[in-house]
């Protein structure tokens, strides 16, 4: 791979040079102000690559040896690396793109948001808000994004609706999202832990054992249990259980390609006024994983969505994304396996910190 300098008025001039001595496959890898000993050269200095090497194919062994888990950890080393370079690679592109390139002080800003796997279109757009907003003052570009950043999503960390007793929420969302540990935590954390009377309905009759284990998960909370065979039994439940504060339904994970079996409960929860419906999404998921999941649970018309598994990913560009698309408020976020601890409710600072990375996003401002 070929690393070399260019320096111009602006990207775009840099890049147009760039090309011209090193065709059409050169890549733009980094952009900055040009240091005062070449600042005679150009205003603008930027770093291209060419022949970047395609990725390794690595065998996975068959089966383990003496140095097998050695062999594994290697393996597993190897493919974050080329995750990290794919990823690079792809700020790079995005970057390169002549007419989307943000100006040179901001690109810094630019490939931090890239790098948190924020929707490009979404980045592109907040960059160029940012520059809208006027002359820095007292701001450096990385306050004024994260002022901007902040006015496009909401959070609203609450169960249920006030004006109404009992609170009730429903929990949707697909397999292995953590639908019923969240439900839990939750049952804990304001049911529970307030003192408040407290009812867990399961409406999930799919998995082997769910409704045993979220009724063990109950008697240890001292929280009300009850396992409905179908859907159209909720009306009836939720009016058995009138006189508790807090009523949270449990429901089954369904996958894609499973959700003409959710239609029933779906029709059920969308028509109840009362039902508060979160949408439980994980963190780690792929962005378009993530939006395409969300858009077939639309059916169940939910108001807000709690997103888990942060600790199992990095970049967390893509819960803002999803919050921006839905126009529908993060209400909390999860991290583990530890109840209540590891629930907290969604505040816009906390979003903000995971999304932008603080640290990053200050330095690249502070550089700009």
């Given at each position: 791979?070929?690393?070399?300098?260019?320096?111009?008025?602006d990207?775009?001039?840099?890049?147009?040079q760039?090309?011209?001595?090193?065709?059409?496959?050169?890549?733009?890898?980094?952009?900055?102000?040009?240091?005062?000993?070449?600042?005679?050269?150009?205003?603008?200095?930027?770093?291209?690559?060419?022949?970047?090497?395609?990725?390794?194919?690595?065998?996975?062994?068959?089966?383990?040896?003496?140095?097998?888990?050695?062999?594994?950890?290697?393996?597993?080393?190897?493919?974050?690396k080329?995750?990290?370079?794919?990823?690079?690679?792809?700020?790079?592109?995005?970057?390169?793109?002549?007419?989307?390139?943000?100006?040179?002080?901001?690109?810094?800003?630019?490939?931090?948001?890239?790098?948190?796997?924020l929707d490009?279109?979404?980045?592109?757009?907040?960059?160029?808000?940012?520059?809208?907003?006027?002359?820095?003052?007292?701001?450096?570009?990385?306050?004024?994004?994260?002022?901007?950043?902040?006015?496009?999503?909401?959070?609203?960390?609450?169960?249920?609706?006030?004006?109404?007793?009992?609170?009730?929420?429903?929990?949707?969302?697909?397999?292995?999202?953590?639908?019923?540990?969240?439900?839990?935590?939750?049952?804990?954390?304001?049911?529970?832990?307030?003192?408040?009377?407290?009812?867990?309905?399961s409406?999930?009759?799919?998995?082997?054992?769910?409704?045993?284990?979220?009724?063990?998960?109950?008697?240890v909370?001292?929280?009300?249990?009850?396992?409905?065979?179908?859907?159209?039994?909720?009306?009836?439940?939720?009016?058995?259980?009138?006189?508790?504060?807090?009523?949270?339904?449990?429901?089954?994970?369904?996958?894609?390609?499973?959700?003409?079996?959710?239609?029933?409960?779906?029709?059920?929860?969308?028509?109840?006024?009362?039902?508060?419906v979160?949408?439980?999404l994980s963190?780690?998921?792929?962005?378009?994983?993530l939006?395409?999941?969300?858009?077939?649970?639309?059916?169940?018309?939910?108001?807000?969505?709690?997103?888990?598994?942060?600790?199992?990913?990095?970049?967390?560009?893509?819960?803002?994304?999803?919050?921006v698309?839905?126009?529908?408020?993060?209400?909390?976020?999860t991290?583990?396996?530890?109840?209540?601890?590891?629930?907290?409710?969604?505040?816009?600072?906390?979003?903000?910190?995971?999304?932008?990375?603080?640290?990053?996003?200050?330095?690249?401002?502070?550089?700009?």
């Amino acid at each position: 791979m070929r690393l070399k300098s260019y320096f111009a008025a602006d990207v775009k001039a840099a890049l147009n040079q760039a090309r011209r001595e090193l065709g059409p496959d050169a890549l733009l890898v980094n952009s900055r102000p040009a240091p005062p000993e070449a600042r005679h050269l150009g205003e603008c200095e930027v770093v291209v690559a060419l022949g970047l090497p395609e990725p390794a194919r690595h065998p996975v062994p068959s089966a383990p040896t003496p140095s097998g888990q050695e062999s594994q950890d290697r393996i597993a080393s190897l493919e974050r690396k080329l995750e990290r370079a794919a990823a690079a690679i792809t700020r790079a592109s995005l970057l390169a793109a002549g007419r989307n390139a943000p100006r040179v002080e901001f690109a810094g800003i630019f490939a931090a948001l890239i790098a948190s796997e924020l929707d490009p279109e979404l980045a592109e757009a907040l960059i160029e808000r940012v520059r809208e907003a006027g002359p820095a003052g007292a701001e450096n570009p990385a306050q004024r994004l994260e002022a901007v950043l902040a006015r496009l999503f909401h959070v609203d960390p609450t169960l249920g609706y006030h004006d109404l007793s009992p609170r009730v929420a429903a929990l949707v969302g697909p397999t292995a999202s953590g639908k019923t540990t969240t439900l839990v935590k939750l049952a804990a954390r304001y049911g529970i832990g307030p003192r408040r009377a407290a009812q867990i309905i399961s409406l999930d009759s799919y998995r082997i054992a769910a409704a045993e284990q979220l009724r063990c998960y109950a008697a240890v909370l001292g929280a009300g249990f009850q396992s409905l065979d179908s859907p159209s039994a909720l009306a009836r439940a939720l009016e058995e259980h009138r006189n508790k504060d807090l009523v949270l339904i449990d429901t089954p994970g369904y996958g894609l390609r499973e959700m003409d079996a959710a239609e029933e409960l779906a029709a059920v929860l969308a028509s109840r006024e009362d039902i508060d419906v979160h949408l439980v999404l994980s963190a780690s998921m792929k962005p378009a994983d993530l939006t395409r999941v969300a858009e077939c649970y639309e059916r169940f018309r939910p108001s807000k969505v709690i997103f888990t598994r942060l600790d199992e990913t990095t970049t967390f560009g893509p819960m803002v994304s999803e919050a921006v698309r839905s126009a529908r408020p993060i209400s909390f976020l999860t991290s583990g396996q530890q109840i209540p601890e590891d629930l907290e409710p969604a505040t816009t600072a906390r979003v903000l910190e995971l999304v932008l990375g603080r640290e990053h996003i200050q330095a690249a401002g502070a550089a700009a």
